[in-house]
């Protein structure tokens, strides 16, 4: 079993930034691909990040691209979400994910195995 933890959600003005971070505790998550998923009122959840156990292989939805950065620091078992040029369409519930399939092209169908508690990011405009 793999704990997710999540922080760094918040309020912000458009154009603005934030940081989610996800911790995972224990050994065995530094192996997992691991990425943010969010959901907005009345929407289905989304993919928007991925990352890959080794950094080298990322994924972002066209709606995020040149704008958000995933990292991870595999030391802290941490991934980072750096969200740059905030949009009211941002506004969603964010949560981190791990173990799960993904290329470069977008995120396989099959669920993530653990999901964090979620964290609420709200852009004004």
């Known amino acids: 079993q793999v704990q997710l933890v999540e922080s760094g959600g918040g309020l912000v003005q458009a154009g603005g930034s934030l940081r989610l971070s996800c911790a995972a505790p224990g050994r065995t998550s530094s192996s997992y691909t691991m990425g943010w998923f969010r959901q907005a009122p009345g929407k289905e959840r989304e993919s928007v990040a991925a990352i890959n156990w080794s950094g080298e292989l990322t994924y972002y939805a066209d709606s995020v691209k040149g704008r958000f950065t995933i990292s991870r620091d595999g030391a802290k078992n941490t991934v980072y979400l750096q969200m740059n040029g905030l949009k009211p369409e941002d506004t969603a519930v964010y949560y981190c994910?791990?173990?799960?399939?993904?290329?470069?092209?977008?995120?396989?169908?099959?669920?993530?195995?653990?999901w964090g508690q979620g964290t609420q990011v709200t852009v004004s405009s």
């Open positions: 994910a791990a173990a799960f399939a993904f290329t470069a092209q977008g995120v396989g169908v099959r669920p993530p195995d653990y």
